[in-house]
């Protein structure tokens, strides 16, 4: 981690960030693209009331061989200075946790949290993941970190656009 993400990853940001203190309200449509030949990556732009930390945006990843693992982030800063702030891992193990878990990071590049969390859908082992599913599990994991979902928010599935 880079100075300046230490710096700019501090308690009081990190703590306000994650809080109703950044008013934080996604903008506009998730856009997908590419990210290599089996992936798709989401980002939904994220305003907050934390200018230090800007740009902010949540990201999933989703595997077309691996659908029922997806992985959602949420996201501050730009370039060098980026981290993030929240990671859900669903269906992945992560020891001591045998499927979904979340990271939580903590300020000044200390230690992350991992945690098993009991808000997101169960996403079944499986082939396919049903219509619906994936906007589930990025709306339930916006809320645990105070983001709103904006009134202008498009959600599209990750092999439709």
């Known amino acids: 981690m880079s100075r300046q993400t230490s710096r700019l990853m501090t308690a009081d940001n990190l703590g306000a960030l994650l809080s109703p203190l950044a008013a934080a309200t996604t903008v506009g ?6 990210k290599s030949h089996a992936t798709r990556q989401g980002i939904i732009r994220v305003d907050t009331t934390i200018a230090t930390l800007a740009p902010c945006r949540l990201r999933m990843l989703v595997n077309y061989l691996k659908p029922s ?5 949420y996201l501050a800063g730009d ?6 702030a929240r ?8 020891r001591p946790f045998a499927g979904t878990h979340k990271h939580r990071v903590e300020p000044g590049g200390g230690e992350e949290g991992v945690y098993e969390p009991d808000d997101i859908p169960v996403v079944p082992l499986q082939p396919r993941v049903s219509p619906g599913t994936y906007r589930a599990i990025l709306e339930s994991f916006a809320a645990e970190c105070f983001v709103a979902i904006g009134a202008d ?4 599935e990750p092999w439709e656009g």
């Open 153 to 156: 928010f498009a959600w599209s």
């Open 29 to 34: 449509r998730v856009t997908w693209t590419t």
């Open 87 to 94: 990671r859900l891992c669903v269906n992945t193990p992560h």
């Open 79 to 84: 370039g060098r200075t980026a981290f993030s």
């Open 69 to 73: 693992e997806p992985q959602v982030q």
